[in-house]
């Protein structure tokens, strides 16, 4: 261990610590705004993440001198964060959720492995495209803009033309999801329907009472 310290290369250590400090503040810039739009992972992930990837990235170019592939370290950060986006994603509600930040925090990965290899702007000018990126896809331009869909599930008896009815009460085409059941010499049509306009719960409760053969009638969107 003595022999450790007394041929310890001032100069190159402190190089390294600079690596793995530049990839905490770029982790940390990255998950800050991820924070502020309240996203499965935040700041401490993408900040472990950077750091980790950085950290992994400087032990496999010094730690194994004169192996014949030390880049082998390296590559498995790729697919190991790729584990970790996994766990992300979520489908729920024929919706996928998580996706842009489990890609988010693949690419910080990618930066902390440019801190590790010493590839400081490189690191710091695809943290600010990153971050450039989120924001202005977030704005409110219209080519970046999608139309808010509300899930509303409705029950009703289908005696003559209710169906219709209630498509042009809520103003759809069709209904995404439809079960037709039967009651006795009646038919009851359970259907969800996907509409641009959002109903308040008071409007819903107005709407059933002015269509009685509603049955149940409710949002689902949350």
């Known amino acids: 261990m003595l022999d450790y310290f007394s041929n310890i290369n001032l100069a190159f250590e402190l190089e390294n610590i600079f690596r793995l400090l530049l990839a905490v503040i770029l982790g940390f810039a990255i998950g800050y705004e991820r924070k502020r739009r309240y996203k499965e992972a935040g700041i401490r992930t993408h900040t472990i993440v950077?750091?980790?990837?950085?950290?992994?990235?400087?032990?496999?170019?010094?730690?194994?001198?004169?192996?014949?592939?030390a880049g082998r370290v390296a590559a498995q950060i790729v697919s190991g964060v790729g584990f970790l986006g996994a766990g992300i994603i979520?489908?729920?509600?024929?919706?996928?959720?998580?996706?842009?930040?489990?890609?988010?925090?693949w690419t910080t990965a990618g930066v902390g492995m440019a801190c590790g290899g010493g590839l400081y702007i490189l690191a710091v000018v695809a943290s600010a495209l990153m971050i450039s990126a989120q924001l202005l896809f977030h704005t409110n331009f219209r080519l970046f803009k999608h139309k808010l869909k509300f899930t509303i599930e409705i029950v009703f008896y289908q005696v003559d033309d209710e169906n219709n009815l209630i498509k042009k009460?809520?103003?759809?085409?069709?209904?995404?999801?439809l079960l037709i059941t039967r009651q006795g010499e009646r038919l009851i049509y359970s259907a969800t329907l996907l509409t641009e306009r959002e109903h308040r719960s008071a409007e819903l409760t107005k709407i059933m009472k002015e269509n009685p053969f509603i049955i149940s009638l409710r949002r689902c969107d949350d």
């Open 169 to 177: 009460e809520f103003g759809v085409d069709r209904f995404n999801s």
């Open 50 to 69: 950077c750091l980790g990837s950085a950290l992994i990235m400087l032990v496999s170019i010094y730690g194994f001198d004169g192996a014949s592939d």
């Open 90 to 105: 979520v489908y729920r509600k024929h919706e996928t959720k998580g996706l842009t930040t489990a890609a988010g925090v």
